[in-house]
């Protein structure tokens, strides 16, 4: 019988549950999990729990975030799922592999150019691997998308023109958390728009060249409500009166996921996962516009706003032969878990409407599936690539390296430093990246 790969995870947030659940339930034949790491003691008895609750599962060795290397020589992983605050990738996926592990690392890699360089310095040193969990490309209507592309329907891309738009109980609840502050995150460009920047970078084959952006804050925050003449004095919401008839409201007591994660573990971590969404401090913007140029010669036009009465996305490519136009209106329950383990996140498409337009010819629909589970059906295809033993062949290439990571948050970073000084920002300036090796668009997978 083979040996099960042995995982730990690092940070125990609500992310976690669909590893926690990969790891214990639909891959524990080929995969063990042997350790929690995290700031927090009560977030990992939660989890603990909850596994021994629902099926009995002994209880995993947990260790707080300053025993991380006694966790690795206690545990002995072969690779550390890392899934803590954005801005502290670095510092494990830079330690694991000190200590010999391969890691895999919820995006975005990291926030910051030195961080950056400390990684690649890190694979370097150690030739251990990181693979990026970018799971909006294993979303069957995005790598529909991906196949439209790769088989030449729109001949050469020439340019992209995409938005996304997060509505008000997803987007607001970017400004409850700690992503309002740019320190943790990078702003939503490099926290959420890792993804969306990544989808082009992979559906075109091409690396970022140039990047001009604008954005700011325009919706949430103090000064944006009292514009409006809106005044909401409370912090947070949780066991607030004021706040009852508040529709950003999020109350804690509502879902055993919040109370065990968060509401329980605020006296040890101080941290509020219910803040108020037009309280202070936030320091990133809700309505972003970023412009970019690619190495093969395709224009982007992107925007991002947070705060739009429907949850969705636009996406066109235009190329030498015709246009490929995907509209998705996602369904964002992500809030209404059940309070399991792995019950966390349940995005899904309500409508997928994928669309070719030749260049002298009539314009026919391509099915855009849905999908089952997280992210309109990307979270169990992708596990399913990282977890089992013998993953379906994947004619789409669709698991990201660490240079995959680094091209999509050095978009967002460079567009975080157009925005502050008004500039085109090369990306080769702030950071080199490899020749991208392409797939040729005339490949059928």
Same mark, same amino acid.
């Not at 008895?45 to 995993?60: D, K």
């Not at 036009?301 to 066109?316: M, Q, V």
């Given at each position: ?41 009560v ?22 975030a ?12 072969d ?15 830079i ?6 592990c ?5 995006k ?60 008000t109980?997803h ?48 919706? %949430?925050?103090? $000064?944006?409500? =009292?514009?409006? +003449?809106? #005044?909401?004095?409370?912090?947070r919401?949780?066991? /607030? ?21 968060y509401?329980?573990?605020?006296a040890?971590?101080?941290y ?5 969404v ?13 412009t ?5 010669g ?5 925007c ?11 996406i066109a490519?235009?190329?030498t ?42 314009? %026919?629909?391509? $099915?855009?599936? =849905?999908?089952? +589970?997280? #992210? ?7 596990? /399913?690539?990282?977890f ?25 970073i ?23 090796k ?8």
């Amino acid at each position: 019988m083979t040996s099960r790969k042995r995982y730990a995870i690092v940070g125990t947030g609500s992310r976690a549950g669909m590893y926690v659940e990969a790891l214990t339930h639909t891959y524990r034949d080929s995969a063990e999990l042997v350790a929690f790491c995290d700031l927090s003691q009560v977030r990992m008895n939660w989890y603990n729990q909850q596994l021994q609750s629902r099926s009995n599962i002994p209880p995993v060795p947990s260790y707080l975030a300053a025993q991380f290397d006694q966790m690795i020589t206690d545990t002995k992983p072969d690779v550390v799922i890392v899934v803590t605050m954005d801005s502290t990738h670095h510092r494990y996926i830079i330690r694991a592999m000190e200590l010999g592990c391969d890691v895999i690392t919820e995006k975005p890699m990291t926030t910051t150019i030195e961080s950056l360089r400390a990684i690649y310095d890190a694979i370097q040193r150690t030739g251990k691997s990181l693979r990026v969990t970018f799971n909006y490309r294993y979303a069957p209507a995005y790598t529909q998308l991906r196949e439209v592309v790769m088989q030449g329907k729109i001949g050469r891309p020439l340019a992209v023109d995409f938005s996304w738009l997060l509505d008000t109980s997803h987007g607001a609840d970017y400004f409850r958390r700690w992503h309002r502050e740019k320190q943790n995150t990078g702003g939503l460009l490099v926290h959420k728009a890792t993804h969306h920047f990544d989808l082009v970078n992979w559906w075109i084959d091409s690396y970022p060249k140039q990047v001009f952006a604008m954005g700011d804050l325009q919706f %949430y925050g103090k $000064e944006n409500a =009292a514009a409006r +003449g809106e #005044h909401y004095d409370y912090v947070r919401y949780t066991n /607030e009166p004021d706040a009852a008839n508040d529709p950003f409201a999020l109350s804690l007591n509502d879902k055993e996921l919040f109370r065990g994660l968060y509401l329980n573990a605020e006296a040890e971590t101080g941290y509020l996962r219910d803040r108020n969404v037009f309280g202070e401090p936030i320091t990133i913007e809700d309505t972003m516009n970023v412009t970019a140029r690619y190495r093969n010669g395709v224009l982007l036009s992107y925007c991002l706003i947070a705060y739009s009465p429907w949850e969705g996305l636009r996406i066109a490519i235009t190329g030498t032969k015709g246009r490929v136009e995907l509209d998705v209106m996602e369904n964002i329950n992500h809030l209404m878990g059940d309070g399991q383990v792995g019950n966390a996140s349940k995005g899904a498409f309500k409508e997928a409407t994928l669309r070719v337009f030749p260049m002298f010819g009539t314009s %026919y629909e391509v $099915e855009a599936p =849905a999908g089952d +589970g997280g #992210h309109g059906g990307a979270d169990p295809v992708m596990l /399913e690539q990282i977890f089992s033993p013998n993953p379906p062949h994947d004619p789409f290439h669709r698991a990201a390296s660490h240079i995959d990571g680094a091209a999509s948050i050095l978009v967002g970073i460079a567009g975080n430093e157009s925005m502050k000084t008004g500039k085109l920002v090369t990306i080769d300036d702030l950071f080199p990246l490899p020749e991208k090796k392409t797939v040729s668009v005339n490949e059928t997978p």
